[in-house]
């Protein structure tokens, strides 16, 4: 009879073995598509149709938007191998959060204007001092802000609010009225490339691992992330930080 030990150490193997598998194929399934969707038009542009004015730079602009898409999921992964193996080494700061989501909301002022949402800050202060590496919080709102906006709905309404929670922490709330998502998907939204059905992840850009990033960002400054979604109504993402004197 094996020990406990062993019987352990073989069910942790086989996880292992198992997250492997799944991440090599998760990871040939997001970059098959840009790959063969810029060769597709890039050896029909070569058989002849670049000399058609009419379709020569259409085929070219998705091409284009194939290989930036690449780009995302090469730059993501490379992020997020460098989290995993080396750990995110922080660069600690005062700094205001509400002038941070403030700056967010610009950089996606034109992106969320395409679908008519409305960007909205919830909170009256205007001023509210956290402790944080203040890019990588950036990169936090910016991703769950645009996700919001990816897949929100039209004429829809996403909303951030900065609440005190106790008193050295406060709460960063992003919350929207989009089409929510089913309870089933909660807990595996942080995974690498994990895609909710129907979402249309793939149509909309990004690598898939954005949320994973997120987790891994939050996680290095010790504090928590937390998602609520009610279907067909709507989802809330927020994520605690330390609140500056």
């Not at 309404?157 to 309870?183: F, L, M």
């Amino acid at each position: 009879k094996f020990s406990k030990e062993s019987q352990t150490e073989i069910k942790s193997m086989q996880e292992k073995e198992n997250f492997r598998r799944d991440f090599i194929g998760n990871l040939a399934h997001e970059l098959k598509t840009p790959l063969f969707t810029s060769q597709s038009y890039i050896l029909t542009l070569v058989d002849g149709a670049l000399k058609d004015e009419k379709v020569n730079l259409k085929y070219l602009k998705i091409a284009e938007k194939a290989i930036e898409r690449l780009i995302f999921i090469v730059k993501d992964l490379d992020l997020i191998t460098k989290l995993e193996s080396e750990g995110l080494k922080l660069e600690k700061s005062k700094f205001n959060i509400i002038s941070l989501i403030n700056n967010v909301f610009e950089m996606l002022d034109l992106q969320a204007s395409k679908k008519k949402i409305t960007l909205a800050l919830g909170s009256k202060n205007i001023k509210v001092n956290v402790n944080g590496d203040q890019e990588k919080i950036h990169q936090v709102l910016t991703n769950l802000i645009e996700n919001s906006v990816k897949y929100g709905r039209e004429s829809g309404t996403t909303e951030v609010s900065v609440e005190n929670i106790v008193e050295n922490k406060v709460i960063v709330r992003i919350t929207d009225n989009g089409n929510g998502i089913q309870k089933v998907h909660l807990k595996r939204l942080f995974e690498r490339f994990f895609r909710v059905e129907n979402s249309g992840s793939r149509s909309t850009g990004g690598s898939g691992l954005g949320l994973a990033i997120v987790k891994h960002i939050i996680d290095a400054h010790k504090e928590k992330i937390y998602v609520e979604s009610d279907y067909g109504v709507g989802s809330e993402f927020s994520f605690t930080l330390e609140k500056s004197n």
